[in-house]
Antibody
Framework: QVQLVQSGPEVKKPGASVKVSCKTS????????MHWVRQVPGQGLEWMGWINPNSGGTKYAQNFQGRVTMTRDTSVSTAYMELSSLTSGDKAVYYCARAGERRGSPGDYWGQGSLVTVSS | SYELTQPPSVSVSPGQTARITCSGDALPKKYVYWYQQKSGQAPVRVIYEDSKRPSGIPERFSGSSSGTKATLTISGAQVEDEADYYCYSTDNIGSFGGGTKLTVL
């Protein structure tokens, strides 16, 4: 069965970076784009971008351009999302989600979410 | 990306039909997707490509899209359908609507 297992909660200081991992199993990793979505506590879903695990190509939301880097390691079927220059506004749950039938949208398989807290 | 607008809240009694709308200028040319999110849980896709239902999603969930408006319809809403619902579309850059809190009581 398809599984996406994300890394645990993180506490970071303002200005630092955080790297969240999303380890996949149950399917061929390079066959599906991976999306990243975040949710600030009490707010809605925010699309961050996607990575093509086959080529490593990426597309980022304008709000995160210059601060987000999505990468992957095909040898361990894992996608990563790194966010830099953290502020208190980046406190959120970050989700990875495998693309569905069309690469441009999150599909039926999501990670459990990773809580990132930013605090001095 | 572009803006998708949803009503903040919709309320129905159990067994009634709930309709949640999503408006956006680019919707006539783009597919709409709908996600359900219950408190403390990851989102679940309930509709894709405007009107298709993923395996395991109850038949009471349906979707439609016409012009600049897409609609998620829950026919005979159940108490367990109470959740936040988000529409999503993409023009290579993805965008979620602001979300609609559905209350069923």
């Amino acid at each position: 069965q398809v599984q996406l297992v994300q890394s645990g909660p993180e506490v970071k200081k303002p200005g630092a970076s955080v790297k969240v991992s999303c380890k996949t199993s149950g399917y061929t990793f390079i066959d599906y784009y991976m999306h990243w979505v975040r949710q600030v506590p009490g707010q809605g879903l925010e699309w961050m971008g996607w990575i093509n695990p086959n080529s490593g190509g990426t597309k980022y939301a304008q709000n995160f351009q210059g601060r987000v880097t999505m990468t992957r390691d095909t040898s361990v079927s894992t996608a990563y999302m790194e966010l830099s220059s953290l502020t208190s506004g980046d406190k959120a749950v970050y989700y990875c989600a495998r693309a569905g039938e069309r690469r441009g949208s999150p599909g039926d398989y999501w990670g459990q979410g990773s809580l990132v807290t930013v605090s001095s | 990306s572009y803006e998708l607008t949803q009503p903040p809240s919709v309320s129905v009694s159990p067994g009634q039909t709930a309709r949640i709308t999503c408006s956006g200028d680019a919707l006539p040319k783009k597919y709409v997707y709908w996600y359900q999110q219950k408190s403390g849980q990851a989102p679940v896709r309930v509709i894709y490509e405007d009107s298709k239902r993923p395996s395991g999603i109850p038949e009471r969930f349906s979707g439609s899209s016409s012009g600049t408006k897409a609609t998620l319809t829950i026919s005979g809403a159940q108490v367990e359908d109470e959740a936040d619902y988000y529409c999503y579309s993409t023009d290579n850059i993805g965008s979620f609507g602001g979300g609609t809190k559905l209350t069923v009581l």
